[in-house]
T-cell receptor, first 116, second 114 residues
Framework: QKEVEQDPGPLSVPEGAIVSLNCTYS??????FMWYRQYSRKGPELLMY????GNKEDGRFTAQVDKSSKYISLFIRDSQPSDSATYLC????????????????FGQGTILTVHP | GAGVSQTPSNKVTEKGKYVELRCDPI?????LYWYRQSLGQGPEFLIY????????DSGLPNDRFFAVRPEGSVSTLKIQRTERGDSAVYLC????????????FGSGTRLTVV
């Protein structure tokens, strides 16, 4: 079993829809949770970052973390065709020696298409 | 530079050959990471550097893979005796010292072994 599970989709929605993307994880040591967006032939781009349970909002994006259930979500409101991309969840535990560095463990990625 | 730069953007090599992939991180970023992304998968961790030293190389798949960062800035990922299974996009990322935030990725090098 992978440490991070993410439904690969693909997910296709009409413009203006609310999109829900989800990941589950098994490693309780994970403390930092991120969502990345990746366009075709580009590197992942950081969208949201959080380290506590609860919701974090940034414009049309809301990241939600439930550490008790080991479940994280990303919600996209008023989705746009420009949101069409692969969305990757990523997590990391505490770094060595108490630093904040450390490797990211990614989900498989969900392919999202928003059609006009 | 403004972002993480990776060269070449594409590399086609024959099975058994040696390849070098270069990463130029954001100026001043002390942490540098290499990931490998296969088609339809999320990136998988290979190695990370804190300054010049490899702080964690647990993701390197075998001894054909090696990475260096001699002056604490540019890094080179080296693959010996390439195999068709090494075909993937190799991503580099960097982050500043003490950062609690996610990392900035480059666009990757697409390696194809034929």
């Amino acid at each position: 079993q992978k440490e991070v599970e993410q439904d690969p989709g693909p997910l296709s929605v009409p413009e203006g829809a609310i999109v829900s993307l989800n990941c589950t994880y098994s490693n309780s040591a994970f403390q930092y949770f991120m969502w990345y967006r990746q366009y075709s032939r580009k590197g992942p781009e950081l969208l949201m970052y959080t380290y506590s349970s609860g919701n974090k909002e940034d414009g049309r994006f809301t990241a939600q973390v439930d550490k008790s259930s080991k479940y994280i979500s990303l919600f996209i409101r008023d989705s746009q065709p420009s949101d069409s991309a692969t969305y990757l969840c990523a997590m990391k535990g505490p770094g060595a020696g108490g630093t904040s560095y450390g490797k990211l463990t990614f989900g498989q990625g969900t392919i999202l298409t928003v059609h006009p | 530079g403004a972002g993480v730069s990776q060269t070449p953007s594409n590399k086609v090599t024959e099975k058994g050959k040696y390849v070098e992939l270069r990463c130029d991180p954001i100026s001043g970023h002390t942490a540098l990471y290499w990931y490998r992304q296969s088609l339809g998968q999320g990136p998988e961790f290979l190695i990370y550097f804190q300054g010049t030293g490899a702080a964690d190389d647990s993701g390197l798949p075998n001894d054909r893979f090696f990475a260096v960062r001699p002056e604490g800035s540019v890094s080179t990922l080296k693959i010996q005796r390439t195999e068709r299974g090494d075909s993937a996009v190799y991503l580099c990322a960097s982050s500043p010292q003490g950062s609690d935030y996610g990392y900035t990725f480059g666009s990757g090098t697409r390696l194809t072994v034929v």
